[in-house]
């Protein structure tokens, strides 16, 4: 079951235990949260994985679906690393784009942990009253930021390809917090969709691959199918 994004932050609540957030009722009758300002909670935007919280792996606070303003996604070269070629999702600055995503609310003790999944990504402080459009009232006072990957690392010397655990963690993220609406508006924001797809669905490269339903299946098919980035048998993609 998917909630409306304006409620959707409530029913992950239950997530925060040591530092609890704050529900309070803002003047327009709305539900409004409310995070710690003593520096015991960071914020981070996710745009990729990130969006899909199967995938994390630190006990997060909160978090909420958000819009970052003035950057592009899009797909790049992972670094010349050991391992399959894999294109990997990154942002530039581009002043009229928009960008959806999921704010998460975690553990500044954390933050090491989440600065080594984002392994080759600098982390960019935001400015959330300017950079970001957010789907309900929030009051936090603590630094939010962004990862963007390196350009100075050389990339892998092989042509990437998407990985199909990959891209369904990201799609999965995206249909929950943003609906089949925000899964549509990911494939049509994202660049370098033409780098092309390697279907590892049936033995997953991505180290936090999701399992999915045979209705989500057909979702994120149905979408893929419809923006014809790649040839979609019934099924799954085409080989």
């Known amino acids: 079951m998917f909630l409306p994004c304006g409620c959707r932050w409530l029913a992950w609540l239950a997530l925060a235990a040591r530092v609890p957030p704050m529900d309070h009722a803002s003047d327009d009758g709305s539900r409004r949260l409310e995070l710690p300002a003593d520096g015991s909670v960071i914020g981070y935007f996710g745009y990729g994985s990130l969006v899909c919280r199967a995938t994390h792996r630190t006990e ?8 970052l303003k003035g950057w ?7 670094p010349d690393m050991p391992g ?18 999921l704010l998460v609310f975690d553990r500044a003790e954390n933050l090491a942990a989440v600065d080594a999944r984002e392994a080759c990504y ?5 400015d959330p009253d300017n950079d970001l459009d957010m789907t309900g009232p929030l009051r936090f006072g603590g630094p939010v930021y962004v990862y963007v990957a390196e350009d100075e690392i050389p990339l892998h010397p092989q042509p990437p390809k998407i990985l199909r655990s990959y891209l369904d963690a990201v799609m999965l993220g995206f249909l ?8 549509a508006r990911f494939l049509a924001e994202t660049d370098c969709f033409d780098v092309g797809l390697h279907d590892d669905a049936a033995s997953p490269i991505y180290p936090r691959a999701v399992a999915l339903d045979l209705f989500q299946r057909s979702v994120l098919d149905k979408h893929l199918a419809a923006a014809g980035l790649f040839p979609v048998a019934p099924g799954g993609i085409a080989g």
């Open 176 to 183: 929950a917090e943003h609906g089949e609406e925000g899964l």
């Open 84 to 101: 399959f070629p894999a294109a990997l999702l990154t942002v530039r600055a581009e002043p009229q784009a928009i960008c959806d995503g």
């Open 72 to 78: 592009r996604r899009y797909w790049r070269a992972r």
């Open 122 to 126: 600098r982390r960019v402080e935001l």
């Open 60 to 67: 997060i606070v909160a978090a909420v679906p958000a819009r």
